[in-house]
């Protein structure tokens, strides 16, 4: 029996989410999954959308044009079934994250540190020591992130940032701001498989599946764990960096001689550092 058309239209969480829909022998066994990434703008063809009879998807604005979500629905069939899921952002465990372009994973304040006139040595003194919650509004700066996420999940049938705010001092529940662990998308999955009513995945598959987005793990600044009573970080816990256990403090250091050694590659500056560990 030819199988039915299922598009997933996603960021770098669609990936492991397909991964896991395939886990479902009802889902697999009926849907061919062609999945498209969504910032990097991949086109979907006219004719695929035309012959879809499921659209997953992650909710993209009319700034997004051609690529936007009432776009692309206005393309397909009629009777195509159409499930958003949640693109999960979350800064509470790095609140002086910046979206600001051209380097990866920038912190504000260690930022405005190097643009002082300070030595090495000085900037990790102040970086780890200065009071930081006393210098920045972190309430503020999380108030804000979860109306965002609040604004988010009312394109989605299943709610997620309930869970989220109800779990995540206990466990850490993302790699990065947008790297949420195996715990959250297999909710995500599970919420689409319940959306087409098929069963969900089963303890034993969810236990066995990958940890999605293994190789970095960002670590939190030992003050943050401490402001939000977070179970697991801590002065001495140790991440994984791309193949080196870097605790806080490490991870500062590299973060500082990449940026005064002009180079704007910070993925590729950690992955040549773990080689050398």
Known sequence: ??????????NCQGEPVENLLRLSREFSETYEIH?????????????????????????????WKDLSSTN???????????????????????????????????????????????????????FMNAKITKIYDFDSII???????????????????????????????????????TELLSRTANAILSEMKLPDLTCDQIETFPAPFPEFEQPIHPQIAEYLELEFAGLETRYNVYGASLTFKDYAIRYIKCRQMGIEDFIGFLHATADKT
């Open 35 to 63: 999945r498209f990434t969504n910032y990097i703008r991949e086109v979907i063809p006219d004719e695929l959308l035309a012959n879809c009879d499921l659209f997953i998807y992650q909710h993209l604005a009319e700034g």
């Open 72 to 126: 692309l629905c206005a393309k397909l069939k009629q009777d195509c079934k159409t499930i958003t899921f949640p693109s999960m952002l979350f800064i509470h465990y790095w609140p002086l994250w910046s979206s600001k372009k051209g380097f990866d994973y920038t912190d504000t304040f260690l930022e405005s540190l190097l643009e002082r006139d300070l030595t090495e040595s000085q900037i990790l003194h102040l």
């Open 1 to 10: 029996m030819k199988k039915k058309i299922c598009i997933l239209q996603a």
């Open 143 to 181: 108030a804000k992130s979860e109306k965002i996420e609040r604004a988010k999940e009312s394109f989605c049938s299943a709610g997620y940032v309930d869970y989220i705010l109800e779990n995540y001092k206990e466990k850490r529940l993302f790699n990065t701001i947008n790297h949420p662990g």
